[in-house]
């Protein structure tokens, strides 16, 4: 199949726009999450965000890349203030509303209200979470690391509380996110859902690893 | 419908598996890609990561997060020892043997053997690139930062060269991932293709977002 090779040359040639369509092509599906904060006189705001990575189960930990300056400055400020935000899957049913929190709203306007999602609230978070989100977790900032080649900072928090769509969860705690209708993105801006290849057991030398089912008992 | 809420007592009193397997699954559908190296005798080393993520498109750098003492050590003294790279995107044709480079091998053994899939080569670039994949680059690595609260590395790497599928490329610099077969991964170890919502348009205040058309010209 012909191919395409880009050196270091040709990307410094290229427009902007269109180095940044072809980079956020590159890292593969992303995953899709709304952010959830409020500041100091309890205004809530939410933003989507498609760089939200697993860093590690124990001690429970989530990070997320974001640049200071930009359209979602209003959620490092909350963080920054509060302590806490809630992380909630975007799933078919809303990511088209959930798409359109990155729009350039005013710091006094919810994103909530604009977009016609519902904030919802637990006790001991003062974050909002998203009522229609059907799988999402409360974090306490741990640490922000500012990442200097490129002005970026690595937002990194622990899970505290989790709440999710009971059925979702299966024998062994693994979460089934497909059967959330939760959505993958790739790019700057195309949402996918997603069909199961199947789950697959560790894998050890020479031997073939074998599928999971994804109900019953798991060995 | 029933939803379920753990704590952070009862995300305590999980076994670690079932813990490892939950928190995996909370950040969303996850990247698939292989990070090829090779050591100073020119010994390939191929190996499966799901946290690559974007970092930034100008400079373009990626980023990933790896447990110094884990199966993937090699790739880490690799791109220690020779500076180079390459990340290749996990497609549905080889997903299988993709997983089973997570095996233990060792280290004088090459995964690409092992597993069945190509070492390819171009000039400047001493690391392995993986024949199969439609999606692939190489990067130098710019940057590994210790992430203090639970012992990982972020490694950082600049994009040097970039060699995709023609067909793939869209007139504004979008990939098309989803027509390479690319596919996403969830939790430790659900592997999932994508079907297209839309791509959409960027957001503004109190205006709907469009559907982009994914062939042809994009205003």
Known sequence: MPTQHFDL???NEMTSRYRAQLINSLSGFKSANLIGTCNAQGQTNLAIFSSIFHLGASPALV???????SVSRHTLENIK???QYTINQVSE???RKAHQTSARYDGDESEFEHVGLTPEFIDDVTAPFVKESRIKYALTVKE???IKLNNTLLVIGEITHIICESSAIKSDGYIDIESANTVAISGLDSYHSTTRLSRISYAKPHKEALDIPLHGPIE
Chains 1, 2 share one sequence.
């Open 9 to 11: 040359q040709s990307l």
């Open 63 to 69: 990070g997320f890349i974001m640049r200071p300056d």
């Open 81 to 83: 203030l509060t302590g």
């Open 93 to 95: 049913d809303f990511w």
């Open 144 to 146: 922000i690391t500012p």
